[in-house]
């Protein structure tokens, strides 16, 4: 009965917690490659791409994450939202929108070795 009441009573903790941690999100900081797109259709959040926005594409964060990408090259960094899913390219971490790209430097070379963490 104890055991019963203590699970009850762990689960009832963790319902009235205001943040969730999802793996994904546990496992978002690190290193990687990443790329740019500039299209005008549709993210698979819903919304349509606007390539002025600093917005950017992961595989598993959610929607309306925040994330700080740092161009390894150059040190530059931007904070990006996530509103679509990918890169669908091995090695890719991240694909970033043109204007995300361009305040890191990475818009001529198409790529770059970026850093980035989860920041809300």
């Known amino acids: 009965m104890l055991s019963k009441l203590s699970s009850l009573a762990l689960a009832s903790l963790v319902a009235a917690s205001s943040t969730f941690v999802t ?26 791409m606007n390539p002025n926005l600093m917005t ?3 595989r598993s ?8 990408v740092t ?4 040190g530059k960094s931007v904070v990006v939202r996530i509103n679509d899913r990918g890169p ?5 971490v991240l ?22 963490e989860v920041i809300g």
Do not use: P
Not at 34 to 40: D, G, I, T
Not at 71 to 74: C, E, K, P, R, W
Not at 95 to 116: E, F, P, T, V, W
């Open 71 to 74: 161009n390894a090259n150059n």
């Open 56 to 58: 950017a594409a992961h």
């Open 95 to 116: 694909d970033l929108s043109k204007a995300a790209a361009s305040n890191i430097g990475m818009i001529r070379s198409g790529h770059a070795k970026i850093c980035y």
């Open 88 to 92: 669908f390219i091995r090695g890719r």
């Open 23 to 48: 793996f994904s999100d546990a496992q978002a900081a690190g290193c990687g490659r990443a790329s740019w797109y500039a299209l005008h259709s549709r993210t698979a959040s819903g919304e349509r």
């Open 61 to 68: 964060l959610r929607f309306g994450t925040k994330v700080k």
